[in-house]
């Protein structure tokens, strides 16, 4: 129901595109952990999470319409104080293009730990929904490591999945790392499958990045875009 409830409220009626803060909590109704994170709409409210939250932080700007967040320097990263989450924020205004777009600021927990997962979904009309999971940071970049199966999937399949990737023995501890928490990326897998199949309006999830941790310390998503039909 509450997913219901975000769907039929949340998306801009012409990018048909969900905001982080809706997505985060679509994620979080299907058991997806997530950074924490507040949502803001004034300086004197983004000092107040950054202390709240703990820093160092990221801030990002939330629009009124998709934009890559990086590309349009929509989002700082490793901010570790009040003044200088303030003087992001006097960034993000000072870019007209983006300033005009911007409809409050998303300040979340920086999470160093772990490594960076890309997990996502695409509904496509002729085979149905297709679920990814691969290696992100320089793996994605240099390696192009992805593994694809056709929801619904199984335990079986998110297993598979995981084993078919280059960067596999990093599950395993490689030269004396941690074993990183299979288990979690597994459910996360599953859980995304799930929410596809649950929702037929919703045509695409990006989670990039998902952190995965060591073994039982399990994983959280940190950032997150959902289009809907």
């Not at 994605?140 to 078919?164: G, Q």
Request: glycine fraction near 8%; aromatic fraction near 6%.
């Amino acid at each position: 129901k509450a997913v219901l409830k975000i769907i039929d409220n949340g998306p801009d009626l012409h990018t048909r595109t969900v905001n982080m803060d809706k997505g985060f909590k679509i994620l979080k109704a299907y058991g997806i952990p997530i950074a924490p994170y507040q949502v803001v709409k004034t300086k004197e409210e983004a000092s107040k999470a950054g202390k709240k939250l703990g820093f160092p932080v990221a801030v990002k700007a939330m629009t009124s319409e998709p934009i890559h967040k990086t590309e349009a320097g929509a989002v700082i990263l490793d901010i570790k104080s009040q003044a200088s989450l303030i003087d992001a924020l006097d960034r993000f205004q000072s870019l007209s293009d983006l300033s005009k777009k911007v409809t409050g600021y998303l300040v979340q927990k920086m999470i160093y730990d772990g490594i960076e997962i890309i997990l996502g979904a695409k509904r496509d009309p002729s085979f149905g929904v297709t679920v990814m999971v691969g290696l992100g940071g320089i793996f994605s970049e240099v390696l192009e490591d992805v593994s694809l199966r056709i929801a619904p999937l199984t335990m079986t399949d998110a297993t598979e999945m995981i084993e078919e990737l280059k960067g596999y023995k990093l599950f395993k501890g490689f030269r004396g790392r941690p074993q990183l928490d299979k288990e979690a990326l597994q459910q996360a897998i599953l859980r995304l499958s799930r929410l596809m199949s649950d929702f037929p309006v919703i045509q695409q999830v990006d989670i990039n990045p998902l952190k995965l941790f060591q073994r039982g310390k399990g994983c959280m998503a940190l950032d997150i875009r959902i289009e809907l039909e």
